[in-house]
């Protein structure tokens, strides 16, 4: 009954969905249950068991740990193994291609560094020899090199591109004019790094003649007399087990091997010392620490740290030459694949008749051969003084309608005195040209026709509108100038630039009646921006204004 003595009023709940809770709580218990099998075929967690953690850099965790099967919970492990196993499943040179690079710093000497599987980092063998590693290969003797085994690799096409553009954008051309090529080799960083203490480490003591206790190798002198390399691993001084030949057969109870850096110290001392090379010829070598052998010899025995006055290697006069092109390292077995010179002006052949008879020209200027005297007759009132071509370059001359078909019975004759003294004096006037040497003011005018560019709208900017900038063509690098205000893939080089780079034996007089009346190459006058920086970086002591040539046009005639 209620409070008020009423009847009490019960509410009766529905039975027929108990079923469906059941079903549905079977559900959420069996999800439980996958969830926790799951969890516990994970590897465990390194930050909550205690274990060691791997560390990216000091109080940041390396991120790959808590990944599973990405790292095993040993981090020193994983992180020598990641560093040794390249992502395989991805381009060699997928960073490259994005225009991705770096910078080391080795000794204050700063290094472009490309990226190889994403992570491993490689420097140009090129790169390192001429800024690093050169004042060391010039003097010490090759056979310093032979201790070591430091694996090199040809460049891909996108990485040639991507140091041509380094080189060219970045350094100013401080590591060369030659362009890069697959021919070209890369090292890894880590073997730089390894290769240039190595080096250091030879200059010091064969160039300098310094020597500590402290340096990774060296010699014992024990009891004044006998004399014993040893090298330094893992702060362990260790010495050859084959200069105890009567102790043998107990030390190598307690000898080690040594190989790679330890191992290519220790060939060095063996070199230096004279010692056959089958001895320390192998990738590893049996040792026994220092410590171990003074136990095996009397009591007052001394040993000394010792470097000889003179070994049976020493320096070489620093004006040696054709020491580098990679030949301290192990290049790959054959030869990069031959492919079509690549430059940095893309253009395509139009058909049109090429500079073959500009480089026949130079050619002849530079290696004279015999013509028959009709043949030099014709080139003589062409003003051509080449009278000594191979046939082949004789043959593009013909084609070319410069000089008329050998006809049969005609007799080659040796060339007259006076022809070789004018071919003399030609030269000296190139060479007057080239070093710069402008004529008198009056005698600057451009003997041919130029085309003037017209003066463009220009908007306000803070850069300049031009600029004279280096550019890689045809596998030369020559100074260009834009075509157009703030537009700086349309380039045009000045004739004197042209001959210098193109076909430097040929008189610039000859070579722009090829362009202009052979080839009908249109040169150009350029604006006022274009004289006032031409004027001022030095092009304009020859003619003024300077001719200018179209380098796209430069791309067409150019011998494909």
């Known amino acids: ?271 230096v010392q004279g010692i056959r090379n089958e001895l320390c010829a192998n990738e590893t070598c049996k040792v026994v620490a220092l410590d171990e052998i003074k136990g095996h010899f009397p009591a007052g025995t001394t040993f000394e740290d010792y470097w000889p006055a003179k070994g049976s290697i020493e320096p070489v006069p620093s004006s040696r030459h054709g020491v580098s092109a990679g030949n301290w390292t192990q290049k790959p077995a054959g030869q990069p694949a031959a492919k079509p010179s690549q430059s940095a002006v893309q253009m395509q052949p139009n058909g049109l008749q090429s500079l073959n008879q500009l480089s026949a020209l130079n050619a002849a200027y530079r290696h004279p051969q015999q013509l028959t005297a009709a043949q030099l007759q014709q080139l003589s009132l062409q003003g051509l003084q080449a009278p000594q071509m191979t046939g082949q370059q004789l043959q593009q001359l013909i084609r070319a309608g410069l000089v008329g078909q050998q006809q049969p019975g005609q007799v080659r004759q040796q060339q007259p005195g006076a022809y070789r003294q004018q071919h003399a004096v030609d030269m000296a006037a190139l060479q007057r040209q080239q070093q710069g040497q402008a004529p008198a003011a009056a005698n600057k005018a451009f003997p041919g026709k130029l085309t003037q560019i017209k003066e463009f709208p220009m908007e306000k900017s803070n850069q300049p509108a031009y600029k004279l900038q280096k550019a890689l063509i045809d596998q030369k690098i020559v100074p260009c100038i834009n075509v157009r205000p703030y537009v700086f893939h349309d380039l045009m080089m000045s004739l004197p630039d042209f001959v210098k780079h193109f076909f430097p034996d040929l008189p610039l007089e000859k070579s722009r009646e090829m362009l202009q009346e052979i080839l009908k190459v249109v040169l150009y006058k350029g604006n006022t921006g274009h004289q006032e920086i031409l004027r001022q970086e030095g092009k304009c002591e020859l003619y003024d204004p300077v001719p200018l040539v179209l380098v796209k046009d430069i791309m067409t005639y150019m011998p494909q």
């Not at 249950?33 to 990216?56: F, I």
């Not at 991507?162 to 004019?177: M, R, S």
Request: some cysteine; glycine content about 6%.
């Open 1 to 271: 009954m209620s409070g008020n003595g009423g009847p009490m009023l019960v509410t009766e709940e529905r039975h027929d969905d108990e079923a469906e809770i059941d079903d549905l709580a079977r559900k959420i218990k069996e999800t439980n249950k996958a969830k926790l099998a799951r969890a516990a075929a994970l590897p465990p967690n390194p930050m909550a068991g205690g274990g060691p953690v791997a560390m990216a850099r000091p109080g940041q965790p390396a991120i790959q740990q808590f990944f599973n099967g990405a790292a095993s919970t040993n981090g020193t492990a994983a992180a020598g193994k990641a560093a040794d196993a390249p992502q395989l499943d991805k381009p060699v040179d997928e960073e490259s291609k994005k225009g991705k690079f770096g910078w080391v710093d080795i000794e204050k000497v700063f290094l472009p560094l490309i990226f190889r599987y994403t992570t491993e980092k490689y420097t140009s063998v090129r790169m390192v020899e001429r800024k690093l590693l050169h004042r060391y290969l010039q003097v010490l003797p090759l056979e310093v090199n032979s201790c070591t085994c430091i694996r090199s690799y040809y460049i891909t096409d996108a990485e040639s591109k991507l140091l041509n553009e380094i080189n060219l954008k970045h350094t100013d051309c401080t590591f060369g004019k030659e362009a890069f090529t697959s021919k070209d080799l890369v090292v890894k960083l880590r073997d730089t790094r390894e290769f240039h203490k190595f080096l250091d480490l030879c200059h010091k003591k064969l160039v300098l003649k310094k020597s500590n206790a402290s340096d990774r190798c060296g010699f014992f002198r024990i009891n004044g007399e006998s004399v014993v390399p040893y090298t330094v691993k893992e702060g362990v001084k260790y010495v050859p087990l084959f200069y105890f030949e009567g102790e043998t057969d107990h030390l190598k109870l307690k000898s080690e091997s040594v190989e790679g850096w330890d191992l290519a110290y220790l060939k060095f001392c063996c070199k």
